[in-house]
C-alpha cells in the first residue's frame, strides 16, 4: 500500500470527511490483501461496528457467541494476533473458534487492536479464505489504519455520536434480548448473556438471530431449577 494510499484512507476517518463504513471496510480489505474486515469496539463487551462483508459479521458473530478467538485477545491484549492458518497448531490456541471458521471457509485471521497507550478500544480484524502470511509492509500499514481508526473513535462529540449512533450498532438486539432474559430467568445480565450464547451453540445459530427470536416473543429460554 502506498503512503497516499494510506492517507486518503485516514483522510476519511477525519470529522469532515464520510467517515468509516462498510464500503470504507472493503477499502480496507482490498489494499490490505485480505478478502473481508471488521471494526469492533470493546468498551462492555463487544460491539460489532461495522464489515466489508457476510463473513466478516460471522467471524465477529462467532467470536462473540464462544468468547474466544483472536480479535477478543487482540482488544483485550492489546497485541496482533496473526494466524496465517487455522489448521495449524498455532490455531489451537482458539480451539473451537480456529474449527468453525474452517467450517466457513475462512482459513486465515489477522487481528489489529485498537489502543491508545493502555487504553483498549476494539479490534481491527481481517480474514481470507486460503491460508496466508501477512507482508510486514502489509503489517505496518494494518497498525497505521488502526492507529488512525483508534483516534477516529476517540475523537469529538460530533464523531462519537455518528460511530454509536443505533443505525450502526450490529448487536443492540443482543443487548436488548440479554435484559429479556435476565428478568424472566431472574439472573444476573451475566449469566443471562451466557445462556444466550448457550442456545445460540446449541442450535447453530447466528446469535443476532437467536436474540432477535427472543426480542420478538418467539423464542423462551425454560428457567434452571437453580434460578426459579
Do not use: N, Y
Request: aromatic share 4%.
Amino acid at each position: 500500500m502506498s503512503g497516499q494510499t494510506v492517507a486518503s484512507l485516514i483522510e476519511k476517518l477525519q470529522p469532515g470527511g464520510p467517515g468509516p463504513s462498510c464500503r470504507w471496510c472493503a477499502q480496507c480489505a482490498v489494499l490490505l490483501d485480505v478478502d473481508g474486515t471488521a471494526v469492533s469496539l470493546h468498551f462492555d463487551g463487544s460491539q460489532l461496528l461495522w464489515h466489508s462483508d457476510p463473513d466478516g459479521a460471522r467471524l465477529d458473530d462467532l467470536q462473540f457467541t464462544l468468547g474466544e478467538g483472536p480479535g477478543l485477545d487482540a482488544a483485550r491484549d492489546g497485541a496482533l494476533c496473526l494466524v496465517a492458518d487455522l489448521s495449524h497448531p498455532h490455531g489451537s490456541r482458539w480451539p473451537m473458534f480456529a474449527a468453525q471458521a474452517r467450517e466457513l471457509g475462512i482459513r486465515a485471521v489477522f487481528a489489529f487492536p485498537l489502543r491508545l497507550g493502555a487504553l483498549r478500544v476494539g479490534a481491527l480484524t481481517c480474514h481470507r479464505r486460503t491460508p496466508h502470511r501477512l507482508a510486514p509492509e502489509i503489517v505496518t500499514d494494518a497498525l497505521t489504519l488502526a492507529d488512525a481508526l483508534t483516534l477516529f473513535l476517540l475523537g469529538g462529540r460530533h464523531t462519537r455520536t455518528r460511530v454509536l449512533s443505533p443505525a450502526d450498532l450490529h448487536r443492540t438486539e443482543v443487548h436488548q434480548a440479554t435484559g429479556i432474559l435476565s428478568v424472566h430467568l431472574r439472573v444476573p445480565l451475566a449469566s443471562a448473556l451466557a445462556r444466550l450464547r448457550a442456545h445460540a451453540f446449541a442450535t447453530d445459530r447466528p446469535i443476532t438471530d437467536v436474540a432477535r427470536d427472543v426480542v420478538a416473543g418467539r423464542l423462551r429460554l425454560p428457567r434452571d431449577a437453580t434460578s426459579a
